[in-house]
């Protein structure tokens, strides 16, 4: 079945250093691709989202691009905070049309002042 | 405020005794799903349910039931719980898919559950 491979963390960054989290995926069909942020002690949220190749998707400075010719979906951000520490979980859906999200394992990032 | 809420927040239990987490949406949605999160796995579906009385089965639905009597309830059952059910646990909830499109899933405070 579909599954996504991110990148192990934990990963610390001083601030206003670059960000990347990689994340790689293996799908049979056309998948559609997110980030989910998690923040101490919350539940999960959307970040950002791609749904066909060479999509971007954005959001809070972070960016993402569907790259279909490298089933990749890597994070960036070129200027991190403090408050960007948290966990970051690559998923993807099946379709564009389907419910079910299969998750990465979580990259943990902690940003330092 | 829109919101999906979980109850309780941390648990702490021993085998075999009967626990419910209720999970209640106020945004009016049909799809709501139950997930696991374990360190090194991510996340993983339990249950879900794409309407009122329409239940199915995750990936990882051992030891779990569910119900959807309601369309902003769906509680998440261990009729007798073991200690590898001790976990991080989140309710999500999503509207009906447009056509062509996709609709964010929202997701739960989480609960904290630990099986002695």
């Known amino acids: 079945g579909d599954s996504v491979t991110q990148m192990e963390g934990p990963v610390t960054l001083s601030e206003e250093a670059f960000l990347t989290i990689n994340c790689t995926y293996t799908a049979t069909g056309y998948p559609s691709l997110f980030w989910y942020v998690q923040y101490p002690g919350e539940g999960l949220q959307l970040l950002l989202k791609a749904t066909k190749a060479d999509d971007k998707g954005s959001n809070k400075g972070f960016e993402a691009t569907y790259r279909k010719e490298t089933t990749s979906f890597h994070l960036e951000k070129g200027s991190v905070q403090v408050s960007d520490s948290a966990v970051y979980f690559c998923a993807l859906t099946e379709a564009p049309w389907d419910y079910k999200l299969s998750f990465g394992a979580g990259t943990t990032v902690t940003v330092r002042a | 405020e829109a919101q999906v809420t979980q109850n309780p927040r941390y648990l702490i239990t021993v085998t075999g005794k009967k626990l419910t987490v209720t999970c209640s949406q106020n945004?009016?949605?049909?799809?709501m799903s139950w997930y696991r999160q374990d360190p090194g796995l991510g996340l993983r579906q339990i249950y879900y349910?794409?309407?009122?009385?329409?239940?199915d089965k995750g990936d990882v639905p051992e030891g779990y039931k569910v119900s959807r009597k309601e369309k902003r309830n769906f509680p998440l059952i261990l009729e007798s719980p073991s200690p590898n059910q001790t976990s991080l646990y989140f309710c999500?909830?999503?509207?009906?898919?447009?056509?062509?499109?996709?609709?964010?899933?929202?997701f739960g405070p989480g609960t904290r559950l630990t099986v002695l």
């Open positions: 999500a909830s999503s509207p009906n898919r447009l056509a062509g499109g996709y609709n964010e899933q929202f």
């Open positions: 349910s794409m309407n009122v009385e329409v239940t």
């Open positions: 945004m009016n949605h049909e799809y």
